[in-house]
Antibody, heavy 119, light 107 residues
Framework: QVQLVQSGAEVKKPGASVRVSCRAS????????LHWVRQAPGQGLEWMGW????????NYAQKFQGRVTMTRDRSISTADMELSRLRSDDTAVYYC????????????WGQGTLVTVSS | ESVLTQSPGTLSLSPGERATLSCRAS???????LAWYQQKPGQAPRLLIY???RRTTGIPDRFSGSGSGTDFALTISRLEPEDFAVYYC????????FGQGTKLEIK
């Protein structure tokens, strides 16, 4: 079965960087785009960008350009998202989600990784 | 990019009642790229409906989606206790956006 398993919770200081990992299993990793979506406490869902695990091509939401980097390692079916110059308002649960392909929706999600930014 | 506005913000209903959730787009959205998700506390969102009206495998048929252009709806015909959650619509034009969510709570 399809699974996306994310790395554990992180606590970071303002100005630091954080890297969240997403390990895929149960399907062909290179066959589906992976997106990153975040959710601040008590708030809605915010799309951050996607990565094509096959080519490594990325597309970032304008809001995060210059601060976010998405990478992948095909050998271990893992995608990473690194967010730099963290601020307190980056405190959120970060999700990876698989793009279904034909309908461009998110059919499988990771369990989420809580990133807390606090001095 | 199309902005999605969901209404109402909160919907208070009783089990057995019918729920209708609205999602309005600021510009026309291809029906193929309109989806609905359910999210329960502490859980990741779950895809319910894609292509505006197609149910994901395993989703009960009391859930249905409809609409086109700028107006879409999610209907739950008879509410079960497990249906009380937050619901989000999502579109994918040039890039994905989500509505702000509708909280469906027990009356």
């Amino acid at each position: 079965q399809v699974q996306l398993v994310q790395s554990g919770a992180e606590v970071k200081k303002p100005g630091a960087s954080v890297r969240v990992s997403c390990r895929a299993s149960g399907y062909t990793f290179t066959g589906y785009y992976l997106h990153w979506v975040r959710q601040a406490p008590g708030q809605g869902l915010e799309w951050m960008g996607w990565i094509n695990p096959n080519s490594g091509a990325t597309n970032y939401a304008q809001k995060f350009q210059g601060r976010v980097t998405m990478t992948r390692d095909r050998s271990i079916s893992t995608a990473d998202m690194e967010l730099s110059r963290l601020r307190s308002d980056d405190t959120a649960v970060y999700y990876c989600a698989r793009d279904s392909g034909a309908y461009n929706n998110f059919d499988y999600w990771g369990q989420g990784t809580l990133v807390t930014v606090s001095s | 990019e199309s902005v999605l506005t969901q209404s109402p913000g909160t919907l208070s209903l009783s089990p057995g009642e019918r729920a209708t959730l609205s999602c309005r787009a600021s510009e026309s959205v291809s029906s193929s790229y309109l989806a609905w998700y359910q999210q329960k506390p502490g859980q990741a969102p779950r895809l319910l409906i894609y292509g505006a009206s197609r149910r994901t495998t395993g989703i009960p048929d009391r859930f249905s989606g409809s609409g086109s252009g700028t107006d879409f709806a999610l209907t739950i015909s008879r509410l079960e206790p497990e249906d009380f959650a937050v619901y989000y619509c999502q579109q994918y034009g040039n890039s994905p956006t989500f509505g702000q969510g509708t909280k469906l709570e027990i009356k």
